[in-house]
């Protein structure tokens, strides 16, 4: 939008592109609503008040206009979608802008991967900025798919959409000084730099905070949230599909202190998406126990841009970007109207941009991640000790939970084998690496998936996203595992040699290529066929995901094998 | 301060420098004010909290430490001080950063002006930020020492201390597209551009605000500080020594709209700094007039230094800059000690700092900046016309205001010229070209001087600055205008040929070299002696540097005549 436009057009020398007429606008600056009309020259804002001229007018009597919403922080990846189909399930909901950190995709593919999300960006009807993977890999006990040290993030810098580094997960490196942490913290000087940090407090807090992190999600408890509110740290929020921290935080949030908080999801999967929504859900969810609605809207608005030093960004006002939501009243935060840059983009429920149909017609494809060693029968075995009384160390599944808990078990034996055991809830678990076809297979046992026949298998296995399986006998966990490698990655169920259901992800073996509904139904297949196997979890393909992330819980397992790697002992095969 | 140290010091791995004890902090964060300890490394806050260990201890208790103030938006030359005199001044009363446009200076010399700034301001024990001066010269009716275009502020952008570009008072220029005007705006794109638009309103507002003006200091109503709140602009709450705008402002202010608001002193002379106080005094008296003095606080730290995006500054919290001031308590506003960089350097109302000395041992010289044609008693002569009923414009003064009225008075002649009238309050008023040495001279009359034998002189004389001259008789205007000339320029005031008092600014012709005592005693001499001609002004040297101000007031007189210029006429001499 060239200014000398969107000055005649604010001055009422030239007619708007659009006019907005009749709404109430809510004014993050002046915390006021109040009727005004919108008057938008390109992907601008030109003046708020009116009457205006304009080409075209949009009747807004009735509605409430806030500016787009905007998640603080968010894994895209976690939906299972590409960014494309992301954006168009989101801006559904209202929200036109995201902080995305691509960790599972650069874990996976490194600088291509990020990349990529940059590329497909440009082709969503929402704004996508990145914030640069700070954890790559994010521990030594897994293998990744690449390391990014701080001169591989440093050309990044200079993308206008890269808006620093995201959620530094090493806080103990930070608060030791370790030099290659400390040379990412570095080379973002005068940039954001996002924190995760679930616990930390005390002095190391302090450093933390010293180092210039700015933010964490991570705050469970109000006295968590309070003491990094006190350290000059923004809170964001979380409210994703699993961790849920909103209720214990919304009651600290108060007039005075607001533009320390923001609202974000973190993760949040497909059918959370589209079953509850997004930052409208939050918002929605805010008001409901109790926060002023002009606040909360606040927190997913005018507060992330400005702690991202976005100044066009969340306000309806002379200047700014024409990305608003028009909503039916301040309770239900229904989005009825999205626009971005200045264009309709969703009505009712769904998004009506064609920006992701182009992208459709003309992908940008990203190369196959799955590379394996040859598979065979033989990686899946492990042969028994000499020992009559055998024990091994077994990883204990907890619903809906990223920690695990550690049991250690008599070994079932067969024909010098340790074997699964389903009447004990004994199933044999496998994490092949996938990134460098190394045929590093770490093995070990879980139990709480509750499988009685078959095998499950997935690509998504946080942070190294490895090849995990999980099964009763090994063929089936062999043919699981091989059809993830035919497909490019996903999700498989298997049973006698036969694939039950799938979901297709050939994105870095993380993301489909399929529309939101599509995935969503497929998701659901897999859950069945998984349930159909004996699983009683509500999201088998979540709690396996983690059981490869080394960093938190008593017990995992990587393609190295246990971690903690002090419990790799002989005992355990 | 090395990023490995600050977080060895916050970790408390390693002793402090220095630690604050047993002070209650003010958390612009949290809105709350606690005890603490702080602990300081180098330049830097490392950790709030402790105990900690230290080199040094100071002992804080019975004292509320809050983040060091910070001045908004201000002209550093209307105090005529130079740049660490007036910095050693106002750190006395708690400041540690201004935001400084050097827009008299810049009028002067240009770009040279700027650099003089820049580099005296790094022997100042405050942090001075420079904001571009963007009116040079402020109107073509005035001969300025500079022109400065987009091209020529363009270099300075790459400097660290500089923050984007000072009030853009042409709004006009903006609102009708100006390109030149428009260039300025374009070059600091996604920098601060502050604003300064009195009475601006409606559609003329929202363009002005379109165009990326973010703030306005010039809002004397409740209803106009209003208006450009709801259009996304800070307002800048000013409380100089003229324009005191706080008491018609504070009500506005509110915990869910106060980082909105920041305050500012535009123009404070010298006595008024040392009399009042400065922001310190603005907070004090804020609270006095009812606002929270926790909001007042974070008027005058956190919120400037957000609006112009420096994100270490204005916060007692780990990683930020070690600027604070210890006070008495929250009403009083006295500063009892003030750190800036982590040093001690003002203590009971008295900079302690050295480094204003450094500077005084070592000056950055600047060139002289009066360049006048040489003067002759020929310059102010105004030959009578033939008509025998000859009549004048005449300039009314109106004390303590920048506007003026006009009058249409009879002539006084005598000999064939136009004279002086003491006893009807009539003065020659004269103002010479003195950049360019064109030999240029714009004479008139003016009345409310009072003056009643001899000449006062001055080259502070808004916003050109050239050198002006009103007496009574054409003697003693030679005799004060050659004075300044000598002196390098500044203010004189002559009787019969001898100068009764002066006081020299040779930086500039706007500052003085000597410090805020002496000029302030200077101030005095000049004024009594003023008084002692007959004029009754309270500041006549003030009144008189806005008889050029060309772009305020019904009748002004600048060295190409009157103005506005359809009031040359022949009657006028």
Same mark, same amino acid.
């Given at each position: 939008?060239?200014?000398? =436009?969107?000055?005649?057009?604010?001055?009422?020398? *030239?007619?708007?592109?659009?006019?907005?007429?009749?709404?109430?606008?809510?004014?993050?600056?002046?915390?006021?609503?109040?009727?005004?009309?919108?008057?938008? %020259?390109?992907?601008? #804002?030109?003046?708020? @008040?009116?009457?205006?001229?304009?080409?075209?007018? !949009?009747?807004?009597?009735?509605?409430?206009?806030?500016?787009?919403?905007?998640?603080?922080?968010?894994? #895209?990846?976690?939906? &299972?979608?590409?960014?494309?189909?992301?954006?168009?399930?989101?801006?559904?909901?209202?929200?036109?802008?995201?902080?995305?950190?691509?960790?599972?995709? %650069?874990?996976?593919?490194?600088?291509?991967?990020?990349?990529?999300?940059? +590329?497909?960006?440009? /082709?969503?009807?929402?704004?996508? /900025?990145?914030?640069?993977?700070?954890?790559?890999?994010?521990?030594?006990?897994?293998?990744?798919?690449?390391?990014?040290?701080?001169?591989?993030?440093?050309?990044?810098?200079?993308?206008?959409?890269?808006?620093?580094?995201?959620?530094?997960?090493?806080?103990?490196?930070?608060?030791?000084?370790?030099?290659?942490?400390?040379?990412?913290?570095?080379?973002?000087?005068? *940039?954001?730099?996002?924190?995760?940090?679930? @616990?930390?407090?005390?002095?190391?807090?302090?450093?933390?905070?010293?180092?210039?992190?700015?933010?964490?999600?991570?705050?469970?408890?109000?006295?968590? %949230?309070?003491?990094?509110? *006190?350290?000059?740290?923004?809170?964001?929020?979380?409210?994703?599909? !699993?961790?849920?921290?909103?209720?214990?935080?919304?009651?600290?949030?108060?007039?005075?202190?607001?533009?320390?908080?923001?609202?974000?999801?973190?993760?949040?999967?497909?059918?959370?998406?589209?079953?509850?929504?997004?930052?409208?859900?939050?918002?929605?969810?805010?008001? *409901?126990?109790?926060?002023?609605?002009?606040?909360?809207?606040?927190?997913?608005? #005018?507060?992330?841009? +400005?702690?991202?030093?976005?100044?066009?960004?969340?306000?309806?006002?002379?200047?700014?970007?024409?990305?608003?939501?028009?909503?039916?009243?301040?309770?239900?935060?229904?989005?009825?109207?999205?626009?971005?840059?200045?264009?309709?983009?969703?009505?009712? @429920?769904?998004?009506?941009?064609?920006?992701?149909? /182009? $992208?459709?017609?003309?992908?940008?494809?990203? =190369?196959?991640?799955?590379?394996?060693?040859?598979?065979?029968?033989?990686?899946?075995?492990?042969?028994?000790?000499?020992?009559?009384?055998? +024990?091994?160390?077994?990883?204990?599944?907890?619903?809906?939970?990223?920690?695990?808990?550690?049991?250690?078990?008599?070994?079932?034996?067969?024909?010098?084998? $340790?074997?699964?055991?389903?009447?004990?809830?004994?199933?044999?678990?496998?994490?092949?690496?996938?990134?460098?076809?190394?045929?590093?297979?770490?093995?070990?046992?879980?139990?709480?998936?509750?499988?009685?026949?078959?095998?499950? %298998?997935?690509?998504?296995?946080?942070?190294?996203?490895?090849?995990?399986?999980?099964? !009763?006998?090994?063929?089936? &966990?062999?043919?699981?595992?091989?059809?993830?490698?035919?497909?490019?990655?996903?999700?498989?169920?298997?049973?006698?040699?036969?694939?039950?259901?799938?979901?297709?992800?050939?994105?870095?073996?993380? &993301?489909?290529?399929?529309?939101?509904?599509?995935?969503?139904?497929?998701?659901?297949?897999? @859950?069945?066929?998984?349930?159909?196997?004996?699983?009683?979890?509500?999201?088998?393909? &979540?709690?396996?995901?983690?059981?490869?992330?080394?960093?938190?819980?008593?017990?995992?397992?990587?393609?190295?094998?246990?971690?903690?790697?002090?419990?790799?002992?002989?005992?355990?095969?």
């Amino acid at each position: 939008m060239e200014l000398e =436009r969107l000055i005649a057009v604010a001055a009422g020398h *030239r007619p708007a592109d659009l006019v907005l007429r009749g709404g109430r606008i809510v004014n993050v600056f002046s915390h006021e609503v109040y009727e005004a009309d919108v008057a938008i %020259a390109g992907d601008r #804002i030109a003046a708020v @008040g009116g009457p205006f001229h304009a080409a075209a007018t !949009v009747d807004c009597r009735g509605l409430i206009l806030c500016p787009g919403f905007f998640d603080a922080h968010v894994h #895209i990846e976690s939906s &299972m979608l590409s960014v494309p189909e992301f954006a168009r399930t989101v801006v559904a909901h209202g929200t036109t802008a995201v902080a995305a950190d691509p960790h599972e995709i %650069a874990n996976v593919m490194g600088a291509e991967g990020i990349r990529y999300i940059l +590329r497909t960006s440009k /082709y969503a009807p929402i704004h996508v /900025y990145v914030m640069l993977s700070s954890c790559v890999p994010a521990s030594r006990w897994e293998s990744a798919g690449a390391e990014l040290g701080a001169v591989d993030l440093l050309p990044f810098l200079s993308d206008p959409w890269v808006l620093g580094l995201a959620e530094m997960m090493n806080y103990p490196g930070v608060v030791s000084g370790d030099p290659d942490v400390l040379a990412k913290l570095k080379v973002v000087v005068d *940039r954001v730099i996002d924190g995760h940090a679930p @616990g930390l407090s005390g002095p190391a807090l302090q450093a933390y905070a010293a180092a210039g992190v700015r933010s964490d999600h991570e705050c469970v408890t109000a006295d968590e %949230a309070n003491e990094r509110l *006190r350290a000059g740290m923004r809170v964001m929020i979380r409210e994703g599909s !699993v961790a849920r921290n909103l209720e214990a935080l919304v009651g600290l949030v108060n007039p005075a202190n607001a533009d320390q908080f923001m609202f974000c999801t973190d993760d949040k999967h497909v059918d959370d998406l589209l079953r509850e929504g997004h930052i409208d859900y939050v918002i929605r969810r805010a008001i *409901r126990l109790g926060m002023d609605p002009l606040l909360a809207i606040r927190l997913a608005t #005018i507060n992330p841009a +400005r702690y991202y030093g976005l100044r066009r960004r969340g306000a309806i006002a002379p200047g700014y970007q024409a990305t608003l939501v028009a909503l039916d009243d301040l309770e239900s935060i229904r989005p009825r109207k999205v626009w971005n840059d200045g264009k309709l983009v969703a009505e009712d @429920g769904v998004c009506v941009s064609d920006q992701t149909a /182009y $992208l459709a017609a003309r992908p940008i494809v990203l =190369r196959g991640s799955i590379n394996t060693h040859w598979l065979e029968l033989s990686h899946f075995a492990i042969p028994a000790p000499a020992s009559d009384h055998a +024990r091994v160390h077994v990883i204990e599944v907890v619903d809906d939970q990223v920690f695990t808990r550690r049991r250690i078990e008599p070994a079932a034996v067969r024909e010098g084998q $340790l074997v699964a055991d389903p009447d004990r809830d004994l199933v044999k678990l496998a994490v092949i690496e996938r990134h460098s076809a190394s045929g590093r297979v770490g093995l070990g046992f879980v139990s709480g998936l509750g499988l009685r026949r078959g095998a499950v %298998a997935s690509t998504v296995a946080h942070d190294a996203h490895n090849l995990i399986v999980a099964g !009763v006998n090994d063929a089936d &966990m062999l043919a699981a595992a091989v059809h993830l490698i035919k497909i490019r990655g996903g999700l498989s169920v298997v049973e006698g040699g036969k694939v039950l259901a799938d979901v297709s992800l050939p994105i870095g073996g993380l &993301m489909s290529d399929q529309p939101a509904e599509t995935v969503s139904r497929k998701l659901q297949e897999v @859950g069945a066929a998984a349930a159909s196997l004996g699983c009683p979890l509500q999201r088998p393909f &979540m709690s396996m995901s983690f059981l490869s992330l080394s960093v938190i819980g008593s017990l995992k397992l990587t393609d190295q094998g246990l971690s903690p790697p002090r419990l790799r002992r002989d005992d355990t095969g």
